[in-house]
């Protein structure tokens, strides 16, 4: 790295080298520049354990308490499929049931954007986007507006459920978008072309254009009954490649803690600090050495841990930083223009004006994760909106995807800084949502993927994330979406809830499922009186269109999940349709029948 110009790709070989040598305990010997190979360990004044660990192994001996066979305890019958599909009538069990099968057509969801076009070229946009109002639209949307989200809503409130509120606009990324590993994931079929959400950039007008939409949401999210949440993307508010640009230079500020931690223990001391500051910079007299130390560590402890280095050291500080450096590198490419600065203090005015509007209205903001090339500046952004919104309460929720190897590290960072600093911590828990355009961007550039190999290890990462989250909730008023349509992992919640005696209806964790999906979790635990909420998308039909192309693949790839939802709305069905004609004994629901079976074997008990 003559010239500290390095390809990522080159950088993230190099990385595996220095996790095995860390590994292994061989030597590692690198000439200072400034900047190190990409590093990506995550580190906090306590040592952490590689991200790389593997979370199946460290549940094994370490899992939730079951309490199903206790008598004290009984978890909600997600089986009652006459509970779970009361709301609904006749006809929207017929189209969910019959959604639900086109999504197990493969080569249909496959193809779905060219049969739409087709479509609108036969038959016209007006009776195309009516055939989808009807259909897909209605089954996975709320409505096009404020007004016709309404009746959704009040439905939801009616059952125990709250709204998530999210303007459910999308847009393909284009091929020239998303540090290059995009245009990979569209080429590798239909499948994996609407693989992510994310608004293009037109103007700085249009971002603000964003940024009142989604006010709009908050507002309709506060004038909704109960607790309300909305949802914001934070590629809405500012130009994409810029987010790419901060995460770069945030991803320097990182990896500068690691070339100065050399004996890679997570803490820089004294020693290490002025050694490697002299072999970096040109301005390392004495005094000046001694200056920077003690502004990194202002309560003198002797040594400088990532969180204190992280919080000091600001993006605003490269360009000085690079001019006394010794040699040029890649943090000197990620230094931001003055116009950079600029646009990112219009970002982040647009998301302090965003969430100011729903602290005042007690709204939930909710920070959706994106791309990992954009997560970092993700991060940062929701972080800083988290110190000045979260001191009373958990206002700003960041999202953290559970697919990916660092996320447990991540959220045990954060976690530690929201106690450090002395703010509410706020997170919501999914399992991932750019599988296939993280996976093909990593075989594009050459580095070992983000996410984790194997499904198993993604529902163990998800699960020990919770546990932490649901007894951060208890200890520290934290307050976490725990967003899944997976029953076990719901059940390993519900059950902690129970071990923890945390009261479902006063603790600030809350359960959130897509609209027009997992009914069967949604609305059973609304019923047996825990916080549950439906992610409810509106929008234009036109601009929402991506979006249910992407619902519709997702039901696709988890053929079990909606094979099972199938069933359940099939027995409904069958169950009202004998109630109704008189057919025979009407069906009883699942809970019945156990309520049943208890009380034959109390009976026999008692004989």
Same mark, same amino acid.
């Given at each position: 790295?003559?010239?500290?110009?390095?390809?990522?790709? $080159?950088?993230?070989?190099?990385?595996?080298?220095?996790?095995?040598?860390?590994?292994?305990?061989?030597?590692?010997?690198?000439?200072?520049?400034? /900047?190190?190979?990409?590093?990506?360990?995550?580190?906090? +004044?306590?040592?952490?354990?590689?991200?790389?660990?593997?979370?199946?192994?460290?549940?094994?001996? @370490?899992?939730?308490?079951?309490?199903?066979?206790?008598?004290?305890?009984?978890?909600?019958?997600?089986?009652?499929?006459?509970?779970?599909?009361?709301?609904?009538?006749?006809?929207?069990?017929?189209?969910? &049931?019959?959604?639900?099968?086109?999504?197990?057509?493969?080569?249909?969801?496959?193809?779905?954007?060219?049969?739409?076009?087709?479509?609108?070229?036969?038959?016209?946009?007006?009776?195309?986007?009516?055939? #989808?109002?009807?259909?897909?639209?209605?089954?996975?949307?709320?409505?096009?507006?404020?007004?016709?989200?309404?009746?959704?809503?009040?439905?939801?409130?009616?059952?125990?459920?709250?709204?998530?509120?999210?303007?459910?606009?999308?847009?393909?990324?284009?091929?020239? =978008?998303? +540090?290059?590993?995009?245009?990979?994931?569209?080429?590798?079929?239909?499948?994996?072309?609407?693989?992510?959400?994310?608004?293009? /950039?037109?103007?700085?007008?249009?971002?603000?254009?964003?940024?009142?939409?989604?006010?709009?949401?908050?507002?309709?999210?506060?004038?909704?009954?109960?607790?309300?949440?909305?949802?914001?993307?934070?590629?809405?508010?500012?130009?994409?490649?810029?987010?790419?640009?901060?995460?770069?230079?945030?991803?320097?500020?990182?990896?500068?803690?690691?070339?100065?931690?050399?004996?890679?223990?997570?803490?820089?001391?004294?020693?290490?600090?002025?050694?490697? /500051?002299?072999?970096?910079?040109?301005?390392?007299?004495?005094?000046?050495? @001694?200056?920077?130390?003690?502004?990194?560590?202002?309560?003198?402890?002797?040594?400088?841990? &990532?969180?204190?280095?992280?919080?000091?050291?600001?993006?605003?500080?490269?360009?000085?930083?690079? $001019?006394?450096?010794?040699?040029?590198?890649?943090?000197?490419?990620?230094?931001?223009?003055?116009?950079?600065?600029?646009?990112?203090?219009?970002?982040?005015?647009?998301?302090?004006?965003?969430?100011?509007?729903?602290?005042?209205?007690?709204?939930?903001?909710?920070?959706? +994760?994106?791309?990992?090339?954009?997560?970092?500046?993700?991060?940062?952004?929701?972080?800083?909106?988290?110190?000045?919104?979260?001191?009373?309460?958990?206002?700003?929720?960041?999202?953290?995807?559970?697919?990916? $190897?660092?996320?447990?590290?991540?959220?045990?960072?954060?976690?530690?800084?929201?106690?450090?600093?002395?703010?509410?911590?706020?997170?919501?828990?999914?399992?991932?949502?750019?599988?296939?355009?993280?996976?093909?961007?990593?075989?594009?550039?050459?580095?070992?993927?983000?996410?984790?190999?194997?499904?198993?290890?993604?529902?163990?990462?998800?699960?020990?994330?919770?546990?932490?989250?649901?007894?951060?909730?208890?200890? =520290?008023?934290?307050?976490?979406?725990?967003?899944?349509?997976?029953?076990?992992?719901?059940?390993?919640?519900?059950?902690?809830?129970?071990?923890?005696?945390?009261?479902?209806?006063?603790?600030?964790?809350?359960?959130?499922?897509?609209?027009?999906?997992?009914?069967?979790?949604?609305?059973?635990?609304?019923?047996?009186?825990?916080?549950?909420? $439906? &992610? #409810?998308?509106?929008?234009?039909?036109?601009?929402?269109?991506?979006?249910?192309?992407?619902?519709?693949?997702?039901?696709?790839?988890?053929?079990?999940?909606?094979?099972? =939802?199938?069933?359940?709305?099939?027995?409904?069905?069958?169950?009202?349709?004998?109630?109704?004609?008189?057919?025979?004994?009407?069906?009883?629901?699942?809970?019945?029948?156990?309520?049943?079976?208890? =009380?034959?074997?109390?009976?026999?008990?008692?004989?």
């Amino acid at each position: 790295m003559a010239n500290g110009c390095v390809r990522i790709s $080159k950088l993230s070989r190099q990385l595996a080298v220095l996790r095995h040598n860390a590994r292994t305990g061989h030597s590692i010997h690198t000439s200072h520049t400034c /900047y190190q190979p990409l590093f990506t360990r995550q580190v906090s +004044a306590q040592p952490l354990t590689s991200h790389d660990d593997n979370p199946v192994e460290d549940l094994k001996n @370490e899992t939730a308490p079951d309490h199903r066979q206790k008598p004290t305890f009984r978890l909600p019958d997600f089986s009652n499929f006459q509970e779970a599909h009361k709301p609904k009538s006749n006809l929207e069990l017929i189209r969910a &049931y019959g959604i639900f099968t086109v999504c197990q057509i493969r080569p249909i969801v496959q193809h779905a954007d060219t049969l739409l076009d087709f479509t609108k070229k036969v038959l016209g946009s007006t009776i195309t986007y009516g055939l #989808v109002r009807k259909t897909f639209f209605g089954h996975f949307c709320a409505g096009e507006d404020q007004a016709g989200i309404k009746p959704k809503i009040n439905m939801l409130h009616q059952n125990g459920i709250g709204g998530i509120l999210d303007y459910a606009a999308e847009d393909d990324m284009d091929d020239d =978008e998303g +540090a290059g590993g995009s245009s990979g994931a569209r080429e590798s079929g239909p499948k994996e072309k609407v693989v992510a959400r994310t608004f293009d /950039y037109g103007s700085e007008a249009i971002c603000d254009g964003h940024m009142e939409t989604f006010m709009k949401s908050i507002e309709a999210a506060g004038d909704a009954p109960g607790r309300g949440f909305a949802a914001i993307k934070i590629t809405a508010l500012g130009n994409p490649k810029l987010l790419e640009r901060v995460a770069a230079g945030l991803m320097a500020i990182r990896n500068m803690f690691s070339q100065f931690d050399e004996d890679m223990n997570n803490v820089i001391t004294r020693e290490e600090f002025i050694k490697v /500051y002299r072999e970096m910079f040109t301005d390392a007299t004495p005094e000046r050495t @001694e200056r920077m130390f003690h502004y990194l560590d202002p309560d003198n402890t002797g040594y400088i841990d &990532y969180l204190g280095w992280s919080q000091t050291i600001k993006l605003q500080d490269i360009p000085s930083i690079i $001019k006394t450096c010794k040699a040029p590198g890649p943090l000197y490419l990620s230094s931001l223009s003055d116009e950079e600065l600029q646009l990112l203090d219009n970002m982040m005015n647009r998301l302090y004006k965003i969430a100011d509007v729903a602290a005042k209205l007690k709204v939930r903001l909710m920070v959706d +994760a994106e791309h990992t090339y954009f997560q970092p500046a993700i991060d940062h952004a929701t972080v800083e909106l988290q110190r000045r919104f979260n001191k009373e309460e958990a206002v700003v929720l960041n999202t953290y995807q559970c697919y990916l $190897k660092d996320s447990w590290h991540r959220l045990q960072l954060d976690m530690e800084r929201s106690r450090r600093e002395g703010f509410k911590f706020g997170a919501k828990l999914v399992r991932g949502a750019y599988m296939y355009l993280e996976r093909e961007r990593a075989r594009e550039l050459k580095f070992d993927s983000p996410i984790w190999d194997s499904l198993e290890e993604t529902h163990a990462n998800y699960n020990r994330c919770a546990d932490e989250l649901v007894k951060m909730s208890r200890d =520290e008023d934290a307050e976490v979406m725990i967003a899944t349509h997976n029953q076990k992992s719901i059940e390993r919640a519900v059950s902690l809830m129970h071990e923890l005696e945390v009261q479902p209806q006063k603790s600030g964790v809350y359960f959130g499922q897509l609209l027009g999906m997992a009914d069967h979790l949604t609305f059973i635990l609304g019923r047996n009186g825990f916080r549950a909420y $439906k &992610y #409810v998308p509106f929008g234009p039909v036109a601009e929402v269109l991506p979006y249910l192309i992407r619902r519709a693949q997702e039901n696709s790839d988890i053929m079990a999940g909606v094979s099972r =939802e199938k069933g359940m709305i099939l027995a409904e069905i069958w169950r009202r349709l004998k109630e109704s004609t008189g057919l025979g004994k009407v069906m009883p629901s699942s809970e019945q029948a156990a309520s049943a079976r208890q =009380e034959e074997r109390t009976a026999a008990q008692v004989n």
